[in-house]
């Protein structure tokens, strides 16, 4: 392609250029020395931005392995398991449970909203006999642009035994995540979100009290099995072929984050999300999500009455080179999402907010053009010098 395209997706997001010259390094024996050197490092790295001490196993799959790994390791059929879905990624871990033959009490909050822990809290006061064996969140809900909190999640829980599986995909290395602190049993993310890399590889993390449980499980799980991973990882390896080049690639962006510091990545994402976010407003669009509980990763927005979100997709791709993604199951073609995860930058924001208007003009949505971008450069000009 001879023209710049901006990937503005919630994942695969753009690659950093030291990152896609360390995907193309020689291929290496994956049972040799220099192997066992990238493990060690990586897992090392990934541990630093999940902020733990506990295991951090990488597997050759994308989130959805990863998340399938986190029920048939810690889980059992016949296990009763309180799934809470705010949207379709939600969904889909409640299924997995489902696909194992969990007993999946589910609660569902409205699209566009994030868990409310007063629900969570009387669902486990109900729960005398202390049956559940795991709650399911999702840190980041990504179809929605809602993120949960955690550690209010972990709070409620209390001394209760559930363990908290966590899908954070679109959440880990975006948003703090106090994984020990906050005593988060299991989290999932994976590779081309946060971190940057092309898909590939999905990192699971596994405290003590979730290994005492996989003790117990009896799932079906072989390509799965986490217990099998930690053995090898012990020796420096990995139980099946790894996706050696995704492991180069995480390397240097590791690097990138410890360059940085996570405080600056996290600064800098609520930073491009409050961006994203006053534009789109000065044009007059509604945000799926509340401020309080928007994600900083990617922004869902409402298309404007009486416009398809896929033709403001469809525009946007044509003709302005924007890549946006669209919305899922109930919310198809009624939403909009603007990925700001991973190698987005300011100025990348202000452009997808000005193709964003002369897109809605073409439209037939008055839009004043300018008054996004404007709106945007203010919050940029307010933040001076703090990034
Ligand atoms: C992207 C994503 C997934 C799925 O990941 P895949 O790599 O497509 O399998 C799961 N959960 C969330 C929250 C995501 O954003």
Redesign the pocket.
Known sequence: MYEKEYLML??PTPVPPRVLRALSEPLINHRGPSFKTLIEEVTEGVKYVYQTKNDVLILP???????EAAIVNFLSAGDKVLALSIGA?GD??ATIAQTYGCIVDKVDFEWGTAVDLNVVKAKLAADVNKEYKAILV??????TGVCNDLKGLSEIRGDHPALILV?????LGVMEVKTDEWGLDVI?T????GFMIP?GV?FVSVSPRAWAAYEKSTAPKFYWDLGSAKKFLEKGQTPVTPAIPQLTGLREALKLFREKGMDYIFAKQLYLRDITRAGAKALGLKMLADDAVASAAVTAVWAPEGIEAKAINKKMREEYNVVLAGGQKKLENKIFRIGHLGYVQHLDILATIGALEMTLKELGYPVELGAGVKAAQEVIMSRKGLL
């Open positions: 919630p994942g799959s994308s989130g959805t392995g990863g998340m990624f889909r871990f999702t840190h980041n809900e990504t179809a899908d954070s995909v679109s959440g999932v994976a590779a081309q979100k898909p999905a």
